[in-house]
T-cell receptor, first 111, second 112 residues
Framework: QKEVEQNSGPLSVPEGAIASLNCTYS??????FFWYRQYSGKSPELIMF????GDKEDGRFTAQLNKASQYVSLLIRDSQPSDSATYLC???????????FGSGTRLQVQP | GAGVSQSPSNKVTEKGKDVELRCDPI?????LYWYRQSLGQGLEFLIY????????KSGLPSDRFSAERTGGSVSTLTIQRTQQEDSAVYLC??????????FGNGTRLTVT
């Protein structure tokens, strides 16, 4: 079992819709969770981080964390073609100093 | 001031040659990371430096890989006797303590 799992996609949504990106992790003691966006040929950039159970909103983005289910998600409201990218989930696992990344979900927003 | 700086941006080398990749982190960031990303794949952790502590080398794939960080700032990742499977984008990131990470633009390494 991979430590951080994501569906590779592509996830295709129409412009204006809500995109839902999901991530599961194996280390129950994980404390910190991050979403990075990576455009093709570019380096990852941080979108959001979440530490506590529940929802955290920032503009069109909402991160959701459920530690009991070992599940973290990213919702993108009013999706735009410029949101088309690969979204990487990263987890700070117990005893690990570095973040562990999932393999990413490719999102395509259709105009 | 500036973000994480990596050089070179692209490197083509022949199989068996040694390469050095450089990372200049954000000023004041105590933590520095090297990750590797193969085409279409996620990020593979290589090595982590934090202040004056011993580095976490647990992600280095073989003894051909080594890294150092001088003066708590600039880091160099060295790959000896390069192989074709070493071809990837090598990403450096820095942070205050452990998170969040700020990535450089990466070095695209091609081994022919």
């Amino acid at each position: 079992q991979k430590e951080v799992e994501q569906n590779s996609g592509p996830l295709s949504v129409p412009e204006g819709a809500i995109a839902s990106l999901n991530c599961t992790y194996s280390d129950r003691g994980s404390q910190s969770f991050f979403w990075y966006r990576q455009y093709s040929g570019k380096s990852p950039e941080l979108i959001m981080f979440i530490y506590s159970n529940g929802d955290k909103e920032d503009g069109r983005f909402t991160a959701q964390l459920n530690k009991a289910s070992q599940y973290v998600s990213l919702l993108i409201r009013d999706s735009q073609p410029s949101d088309s990218a690969t979204y990487l989930c990263a987890v700070k696992s117990t005893g690990r100093r570095a973040l562990t990344f999932g393999s990413g979900t490719r999102l395509q927003v259709q105009p | 001031g500036a973000g994480v700086s990596q050089s070179p941006s692209n490197k083509v080398t022949e199989k068996g040659k040694d390469v050095e990749l450089r990372c200049d982190p954000i000023s004041g960031h105590t933590a520095l990371y090297w990750y590797r990303q193969s085409l279409g794949q996620g990020l593979e952790f290589l090595i982590y430096f934090q202040g004056n502590s011993a580095p976490d080398k647990s992600g280095l794939p073989s003894d051909r890989f080594s890294a150092e960080r001088t003066g708590g700032s600039v880091s160099t990742l060295t790959i000896q006797r390069t192989q074709q499977e070493d071809s990837a984008v090598y990403l450096c990131a820095s942070s205050l303590d452990v998170s969040p990470l700020h990535f450089g633009n990466g070095t695209r390494l091609t081994v022919t």
